[in-house]
């Protein structure tokens, strides 16, 4: 599998999937939106669907994940054509960081022009609860330090300059509203602001990685959104990111947590009710 996980693509591979996107959904949406662990109901809320799985679509690799259906779903929602991902790839599944982030670009070709990205998340910052949704104001991409970026290798002018900027990779305007939005639909008082790390997975954070990264100023923790993010932002889209704090990270050497799935998945579960109505109340404003 190795020759598969460090494939790269041309820019006909990316035209030739949205074009069959086109042909058997018949839509053109123009919000994409990238469902996290357990939070694939987003995509319950379109009208007017088309339900394409993963294994059909050319090129697309397969969700591997509990809490990750593997599906595309065309729709409306609020009146605003959208496509959502119940499921995405992580580079922890075995995947190159091109294949994870395969999908962002065919949504850029299909005419998406804004990316709504959510996550299921480790809370760092201590005033943080488990419950609470933390809207992305900025990243830190720690496995972009060490050179696994999406944009590494050939640049591809048709979608982006060599060198994109990441000081605005989350749209300050879109924040204000889900930030508005949050107080017409009483959820303000489990709302955050915060910066997110990823992480390559699939093992859960030391202590001593939690105090860096807390030192480092971040207030959650994931193992994906990033790679998407940047490809979204090198193709011009504009990017809008939540996370849902799930478990609260260890930082004490005598506590007795201990971070698991199932307890990610629970959270969520009751949680999305509100992120789902944060979301679908948002794209009605913009």
């Known amino acids: 599998m190795s020759s598969a996980n460090e494939r790269s693509y041309t820019y006909e591979d990316y035209k030739e999937t949205a074009d069959w996107?086109?042909?058997r959904s018949g839509q053109k949406p123009k919000v994409a939106i990238i469902c996290g662990s357990g939070l694939g109901g987003l995509a319950d809320l379109l009208e007017n669907k088309t339900v394409i799985p993963y294994k059909d679509i050319p090129r697309f690799p397969q969700s591997t994940v509990h809490g990750h259906a593997g599906q595309l779903v065309f729709g409306q929602l609020k009146g605003k054509?959208?496509?959502?991902?119940?499921?995405?790839?992580?580079?922890?599944e075995g995947y190159g960081i091109a294949t994870v982030t395969y999908p962002v670009r065919v949504f850029h070709l299909l005419g998406v022009e804004t990316l709504i990205v959510t996550n299921a998340a480790g809370g760092l910052n201590p005033d943080f609860n488990v419950g609470d949704i933390m809207l992305?104001?900025?990243?830190?991409?720690m496995p972009?330090?060490?050179?696994?970026?999406p944009l590494r290798g050939h640049n591809e002018e048709r979608f982006g300059t060599r060198f994109p900027c990441m000081s605005d990779a989350y749209d300050r305007e879109m924040i204000r509203l889900a930030?508005?939005?949050?107080?017409?639909?009483?959820?303000?008082s489990?709302?955050?602001?915060?910066?997110?790390?990823?992480?390559?997975?699939?093992?859960?954070?030391?202590?001593?990685?939690?105090?860096?990264?807390?030192?480092?100023?971040v207030d959650a923790v994931g193992m994906s959104t990033v790679p998407e993010v940047i490809v979204a932002r090198h193709c011009g889209l504009r990017v809008f990111g939540l996370s849902l704090i799930t478990n609260k990270a260890v930082v004490d050497y005598?506590?007795?947590?201990?971070?698991?799935h199932e307890e990610v998945l629970e959270t969520t579960r009751k949680r999305a009710l509100a992120l789902q109505g944060l979301?679908?109340?948002?794209?009605?404003k913009i």
Do not use: W
């Not at 054509?81 to 922890?92: E, I, L, T």
């Not at 992305?136 to 991409?141: E, G, Q, S």
């Not at 979301?279 to 009605?284: E, Y």
């Open 21 to 23: 996107l086109l042909n």
């Open 81 to 92: 054509p959208c496509v959502c991902m119940q499921g995405r790839f992580h580079y922890y």
């Open 136 to 141: 992305i104001k900025d990243h830190v991409n």
């Open 144 to 149: 972009g330090f060490s050179g696994v970026n």
């Open 179 to 188: 930030t508005e939005t949050a107080v017409e639909q009483g959820c303000s």
């Open 190 to 217: 489990f709302l955050q602001q915060g910066v997110y790390c990823n992480l390559g997975g699939p093992c859960f954070e030391t202590i001593a990685e939690c105090k860096m990264l807390q030192s480092l100023g």
């Open 254 to 260: 005598s506590s007795e947590q201990r971070a698991n």
């Open 279 to 284: 979301v679908s109340s948002l794209l009605a």
